[in-house]
């Protein structure tokens, strides 16, 4: 499960940026390896996005989760905190041909994430 919400705001006609809130929930379980694992956790984050021309846009944005894992193997168990971090960016264009309104874009996406030992 993850729920996510934000809360845009259109600073100009060509500029807007936001902030967005949510929560994961993870569940994985092998039968035959009698493990298990849980996750859950909040992600905090912002976001923006700007026309340069009526044809072009940018946008970007970066959040953070904080993460708590249960992990059970056999009879052993434990529990990891982890922080990630995901960080996207993306350009996009557009353009009419003949009855058709195509839009190339390109995007990265990047995320890491430390876990405690």
Do not use: C
Request: aromatic letters at 8%.
């Amino acid at each position: 499960m993850n729920a996510l919400a934000g809360l845009s705001r259109k600073l100009t006609p060509d500029l807007v940026i936001g902030m967005l809130a949510g929560y994961e929930r993870f569940e994985s379980q092998s039968d035959s390896l009698t493990a298990r694992v849980t996750a859950d956790g909040w992600t905090i984050g912002g976001y923006a996005g700007w026309r340069l021309l009526p044809n072009l846009r940018i946008d970007g944005g970066v959040s953070r989760s904080d993460v708590a894992y249960g992990v059970t193997a056999g009879t052993a168990t434990g529990s990891i905190s982890g922080v990630r971090w995901l960080a996207m960016a993306g350009l996009t264009g557009q353009t009419a041909w003949q009855m058709l309104t195509i839009e190339p874009s390109a995007r990265i996406h990047v995320m890491w994430e430390r876990d405690d030992s």
